[in-house]
């Protein structure tokens, strides 16, 4: 479980191999251990809903081929890990090790970040940095976007949000001050910070706020009403290193004319076949097709636009279905939890996937590898930690 966790932080190839492994671990319990399933049962109809809606999509799909194929491989796969996460995180020591690595994991990538930044590439995986071209009058600012080993500014941006989230609730679930944790929480939670402002990813502020109101909203900490606030001013004090990014006063922003655009082209497709979609994974090569002369071949960077085109209202509406079953069992858990760090802990999940959800909204956050598996893998992690939090005393 450690591993995939590492995995999901720096490459696809190690993402694959974490999520092959914890399935076959997870088979090997269940068909030779007989283990006894744990997942609500609820949440198994609502996942295999969803499936048959993903399949559904099918029958438009001008790549058949390519949907079945992420039907089983990918979407298939994914909901298998969430239950398989779900039923693997059985005691508070694992779930608080998860967490731990998680955020250390983050914190190296900040850095990591931190120097991709200042020289335009990564140390670990030599990745080259995205670019920021900003201009105000006659003077024109460029900078680098730190990406660390993600391939975008905005895909590395919706990762912190969630670690930050869950690092957040660890401070809470850390609560004696000693020097150790302060140190601790001061490096995690202050590089995540810094690094997510060098992303200079809108959205990604976007999605931090989100994630902080969560958390005031859980455990009524009145200091985390001003995070949000502190993120308003720098967007609107930043107007055009996070606001318009135009060559020239009052000229609209190129990036928010070019969202528009695929948006546009969105709902084209949407329109075609409403109610089961294009086709599922078929969103680009269709785009190929139809989209405006204005912009190239691209995917719709809003997840849920892109969910909507490619299976249906049907499919959308049950993936909504599901988020909300989510959502419902674990706010009920944080109430009847009676052990204060279990409870810490599982609001900072709820906080991590509400920033990976509000993220999602500005980028294809559900549809790229390595935080779609973070996605689902925090799904499972959510699922366990609501199971264990009323069960445990105070400990």
């Given at each position: 479980?450690y591993?995939?966790?590492v995995g999901?932080s720096?490459?696809?190839?190690?993402?694959?191999i974490g999520?092959?492994?914890?399935?076959?671990l997870?088979?090997?319990?269940r068909?030779?251990?007989?283990?006894?399933?744990t997942?609500p049962?609820?949440l198994v109809?609502l996942a295999?809903?969803?499936?048959?809606?993903f399949?559904?999509?099918?029958?438009h799909?001008a790549?058949?081929g390519?949907?079945?194929?992420a039907?089983f491989?990918?979407?298939g796969?994914?909901?298998l890990?969430m239950?398989?996460?779900a039923e693997?995180v059985?005691?508070?020591?694992?779930?608080?090790?998860?967490a731990?690595?998680?955020?250390?994991?983050?914190?190296?990538?900040?850095?990591?970040?931190?120097?991709q930044f200042f020289?335009?590439r990564?140390?670990?995986?030599?990745?080259?940095?995205?670019?920021?071209?900003?201009?105000?009058?006659?003077?024109a600012?460029?900078?680098?976007r730190?990406?660390?080993?993600f391939?975008?500014?905005n895909?590395?941006a919706?990762?912190?949000?969630?670690?930050?989230m869950?690092?957040?609730?660890l401070?809470f679930?850390?609560?004696?001050?000693?020097?150790?944790?302060?140190?601790?929480?001061v490096?995690?939670l202050?590089?995540?910070v810094?690094?997510l402002?060098?992303?200079?990813?809108r959205?990604?502020l976007?999605?931090c706020m989100a994630g902080?109101?969560m958390l005031?909203?859980l455990?009524?900490?009145?200091?985390?009403?001003?995070?949000?606030?502190i993120?308003?001013?720098v967007?609107?004090s930043?107007k055009h290193?996070y606001?318009?990014?135009a060559?020239?006063e009052g000229?609209?922003?190129?990036?928010v004319e070019t969202?528009?655009l695929?948006?546009k082209?969105?709902?084209?497709m949407?329109?075609?076949?409403?109610?089961?979609?294009?086709g599922l994974?078929t969103?680009?090569?269709?785009?190929?097709?139809?989209?405006?002369?204005?912009i190239?071949?691209?995917?719709?960077?809003?997840s849920?636009?892109?969910?909507?085109?490619?299976?249906?209202?049907?499919g959308?509406?049950?993936?909504?279905?599901?988020m909300?079953?989510w959502?419902?069992?674990g706010l009920?858990?944080?109430k009847r939890s009676?052990d204060?760090?279990?409870?810490?802990?599982?609001?900072?999940?709820?906080?991590s996937?509400s920033g990976l959800?509000?993220?999602?909204?500005?980028?294809?956050?559900?549809?790229?590898?390595?935080p779609a598996?973070?996605?689902?893998v925090?799904?499972?992690?959510g699922v366990?930690?609501?199971?264990l939090?009323p069960?445990?005393?105070v400990?």
């Amino acid at each position: 479980m450690y591993f995939l966790i590492v995995g999901v932080s720096v490459s696809n190839a190690l993402a694959s191999i974490g999520v092959g492994a914890v399935l076959l671990l997870w088979a090997f319990k269940r068909i030779v251990l007989r283990e006894k399933p744990t997942v609500p049962r609820p949440l198994v109809i609502l996942a295999a809903l969803l499936f048959l809606a993903f399949a559904a999509s099918l029958t438009h799909s001008a790549y058949p081929g390519q949907s079945l194929q992420a039907l089983f491989l990918k979407y298939g796969k994914y909901f298998l890990l969430m239950f398989a996460v779900a039923e693997g995180v059985k005691e508070k020591r694992v779930a608080v090790n998860m967490a731990l690595v998680l955020c250390v994991t983050a914190t190296v990538l900040c850095w990591d970040g931190v120097y991709q930044f200042f020289s335009g590439r990564d140390l670990l995986l030599f990745r080259e940095a995205g670019r920021l071209d900003v201009f105000y009058g006659g003077w024109a600012f460029h900078s680098f976007r730190a990406t660390a080993t993600f391939p975008a500014a905005n895909t590395f941006a919706a990762y912190l949000v969630s670690v930050m989230m869950l690092g957040l609730g660890l401070s809470f679930f850390y609560g004696a001050v000693t020097w150790k944790t302060v140190f601790g929480k001061v490096l995690c939670l202050g590089s995540m910070v810094l690094c997510l402002f060098l992303t200079f990813s809108r959205g990604g502020l976007v999605a931090c706020m989100a994630g902080i109101l969560m958390l005031a909203f859980l455990f009524k900490k009145k200091i985390l009403w001003a995070v949000p606030v502190i993120f308003l001013v720098v967007l609107f004090s930043g107007k055009h290193l996070y606001g318009n990014r135009a060559a020239r006063e009052g000229a609209v922003d190129p990036t928010v004319e070019t969202r528009l655009l695929m948006l546009k082209d969105a709902t084209r497709m949407f329109r075609s076949h409403p109610w089961t979609g294009i086709g599922l994974n078929t969103y680009y090569k269709t785009h190929e097709k139809v989209h405006s002369s204005a912009i190239p071949p691209s995917y719709a960077h809003n997840s849920y636009m892109q969910m909507l085109a490619e299976v249906g209202i049907v499919g959308l509406m049950s993936f909504v279905a599901l988020m909300i079953y989510w959502f419902g069992r674990g706010l009920g858990a944080v109430k009847r939890s009676r052990d204060p760090g279990l409870k810490y802990l599982l609001g900072g999940v709820l906080a991590s996937v509400s920033g990976l959800c509000a993220a999602s909204l500005f980028d294809n956050v559900l549809f790229m590898l390595l935080p779609a598996t973070l996605f689902w893998v925090l799904l499972g992690y959510g699922v366990a930690l609501a199971r264990l939090a009323p069960e445990n005393r105070v400990s």
